[in-house]
């Protein structure tokens, strides 16, 4: 039965043509097409991989079946496999299944963006920290038992950015310029109906907002959040990768700092 389905090379982009190849079954299947095309993962959009018009006649020779736009949209709409987002935006991963720290289970979307999502949506923040050599800033969440940026849940009616700005202090003692902060993308969670939520999810609000701030100093003074526990670091990226690798929030985290080349673990 055919699952992987391709429309002619007709949207221009980048000075080229550009097809939407999409599987109606599973994600997994077409990251395996697409790799056997030699299509790098960076042309995967959430949902499809967009491929140069020189690859066409090869994904037809190896299986794809040529459709239409409209019936390609109309398919996966259809599968399930549809990752909405605003134009603009950029589909990166969907992570299916994920137990969160407080046992709900969701499917997390995880998306590029350089805009804020809207603010009566936003549960959390989260903030990718570099100083002025590349380092990135790690620190240890006891709760979540697992090493990643400074991020947490808003409180009271504090903005997105205020909320990363006092979550990062709080956690490394690192004192960021709200103005340093750049929106990067965001974490869109569909929380499962059968797993309880505890009292600090509120209907409608859905997403963590992620940013990224670049500092113009060297591995700036940080300290431990509270005794007893892993002080924050700064990382190299191959040690960010290590330590990081495991988490769902990481395809965004390596899209946003340009870390998809780092190397697999032995």
Same mark, same amino acid.
Not at 137 to 155: D, F, M
Not at 175 to 201: C, I, Q, S
């Given at each position: 039965?055919?699952?992987?389905?391709?429309?002619?090379?007709?949207? &221009?982009?980048?000075?080229? *043509?550009?097809?939407?190849?999409?599987?109606?079954?599973? !994600?997994?299947?077409?990251?395996?097409?697409?790799?056997?095309?030699?299509? %790098?993962?960076?042309?995967?959009?959430?949902?499809?991989? $967009?491929?140069?018009?020189?690859?066409?006649?090869?994904?037809?020779?190896?299986?794809?079946?040529?459709?239409?736009?409209?019936?390609?949209?109309?398919?996966?709409? =259809? +599968?399930?496999?549809?990752? &909405?987002?605003?134009?603009?935006?950029?589909?990166?991963?969907?992570?299916?299944?994920?137990?969160?720290?407080?046992?709900?289970?969701?499917?997390?979307?995880? !998306?590029?963006? /350089?805009?804020?999502?809207?603010?009566?949506? !936003?549960?959390?923040?989260?903030?990718?920290?570099?100083?002025?050599?590349?380092?990135? *800033?790690?620190?240890?969440?006891?709760?979540?038992?697992?090493?990643?940026? /400074?991020?947490?849940?808003?409180?009271? $009616?504090?903005? /997105?950015?205020?909320? @990363?700005?006092?979550?990062?202090?709080?956690?490394?003692?690192?004192?960021?310029?709200?103005?340093?902060?750049? &929106?990067?993308?965001?974490?869109?969670?569909?929380?499962?109906?059968?797993? %309880?939520?505890?009292?600090?999810?509120?209907?409608?609000?859905?997403?963590?907002?992620?940013?990224? =701030?670049?500092?113009? =100093?060297?591995?700036? %003074?940080?300290?431990?959040?509270?005794?007893?526990? &892993?002080?924050?670091?700064?990382?190299?990226?191959?040690?960010?990768?290590?330590?990081?690798?495991? +988490?769902?929030?990481?395809?965004?985290? @390596?899209?946003?700092?340009?870390?998809?080349?780092?190397?697999?673990?032995?």
């Amino acid at each position: 039965m055919v699952t992987i389905w391709i429309d002619p090379p007709a949207w &221009p982009a980048h000075g080229r *043509l550009w097809s939407h190849l999409i599987s109606d079954e599973s !994600i997994a299947e077409l990251h395996d097409f697409a790799a056997g095309l030699g299509i %790098p993962r960076r042309g995967f959009e959430g949902d499809h991989y $967009d491929i140069p018009a020189e690859y066409y006649e090869r994904a037809l020779a190896s299986g794809a079946v040529e459709t239409t736009g409209r019936d390609l949209l109309r398919r996966l709409q =259809a +599968s399930g496999l549809r990752l &909405p987002k605003r134009r603009g935006d950029k589909g990166i991963e969907r992570v299916t299944g994920w137990t969160l720290a407080d046992g709900t289970r969701a499917d997390i979307d995880l !998306i590029l963006s /350089p805009r804020e999502m809207t603010d009566e949506r !936003i549960f959390a923040a989260m903030v990718f920290v570099q100083d002025a050599g590349g380092r990135h *800033l790690l620190t240890w969440s006891e709760r979540r038992q697992e090493w990643g940026a /400074p991020g947490g849940w808003r409180e009271g $009616d504090e903005s /997105p950015v205020a909320n @990363a700005v006092r979550e990062a202090e709080e956690e490394s003692g690192l004192v960021l310029d709200p103005a340093d902060l750049r &929106p990067v993308g965001y974490e869109r969670f569909r929380r499962d109906p059968h797993t %309880p939520a505890p009292g600090l999810w509120v209907p409608g609000r859905d997403i963590l907002q992620v940013y990224a =701030a670049n500092l113009s =100093a060297h591995r700036p %003074p940080v300290r431990v959040e509270e005794r007893g526990q &892993p002080g924050p670091e700064w990382v190299e990226d191959v040690e960010l990768g290590e330590r990081c690798r495991d +988490s769902f929030w990481w395809p965004l985290a @390596a899209r946003v700092l340009a870390l998809e080349q780092l190397p697999e673990p032995e």
